[in-house]
């Protein structure tokens, strides 16, 4: 993967990745094209499966261009739209990276209604999951649309289940071998993007989910493009956080 993607030189998500995906795989898609860089090394690392790119944007002209690689245009919150393209390939897709909005609704949107397309034992990987942690401003935007929530996690106050929380609490139940019935009041479903019925489905589905996040600085700054430190408040002289605590996490989900 080129260092132009962010994966390498922002989140090192990279060397994370290579250890997870699959040796082969025949069909993959990829929600949030970007400039294409992703798209281009899932090309050269599978010399032979169909990729797929969706974008809420027309296809670019720089993005890779050949016969293995099928764009769609849509806007991740439209379920239907999503299901309908998912039916159109017509082939259970054997990697599916989820690296679109981040919005955690749509996150969660992807997640349900990928599950009927996956192949037996395909990867999930969901991206940049650390946007519904409540220290991240998407989690935060999101959270604005429940009134008076008086959820706590990570010990704050007004917190919603989100991704995040969703997935570390079945990694949690599966790892101790809890039953999910047990937790089921545990959570106040008003403040809640998951039904419990939407729980059980992934509690069912899967089989293991690998958590990362990056514990060393990235090298050089998503926003200006240089190395220029400020090493003691682990930001860029540009302003932006370098090690901030909700940033560069992802979820390897084995189906």
């Not at 997935?167 to 809640?192: C, F, G, M, P, W």
Request: glycine share 4%; proline share 4%; aromatic share 14%.
């Amino acid at each position: 993967m080129k260092s132009t993607s962010d994966k390498i030189y922002w989140h090192k998500y990279n060397e994370f990745y290579e250890n997870l995906i699959p040796a082969n795989a025949k069909n993959i898609l990829e929600i949030g094209v970007f400039k294409g860089e992703s798209i281009r090394y899932w090309r050269e690392l599978y010399s032979e499966a169909k990729i797929y790119g969706l974008d809420i944007v027309p296809a670019m002209p720089e993005w890779p261009q050949d016969d293995r690689i099928r764009y769609f245009q849509a806007d991740q919150s439209d379920a239907q739209k999503y299901r309908e393209i998912l039916l159109s390939i017509d082939q259970p897709i054997d990697l599916l990276i989820e690296d679109g909005s981040h919005d955690p609704l749509h996150q969660k949107i992807s997640l349900l209604e990928s599950i009927d397309f996956l192949a037996p034992g395909a990867i999930y990987i969901l991206e940049d999951l650390h946007t519904s942690h409540p220290g991240h401003e998407y989690y935060k935007k999101r959270a604005k649309t429940f009134n008076k929530s008086v959820l706590k996690f990570f010990g704050r106050n007004g917190n919603i289940f989100m991704p995040l929380q969703c997935l570390l609490l079945i990694d949690h139940l599966k790892t101790n071998q809890i039953a999910l019935e047990t937790v089921r009041n545990r959570i106040n479903y008003a403040k809640s993007l998951f039904t419990f019925d939407e729980i059980e489905v992934l509690f069912k589905k899967i089989k293991k989910i690998t958590f990362y996040r990056r514990s060393v600085l990235p090298d050089y700054c998503y926003s200006c493009k240089t190395n220029n430190f400020d090493f003691t408040n682990l930001k860029c002289a540009c302003g932006a956080d370098l090690y901030a605590e909700a940033d560069s996490m992802t979820a390897v989900i084995k189906f």
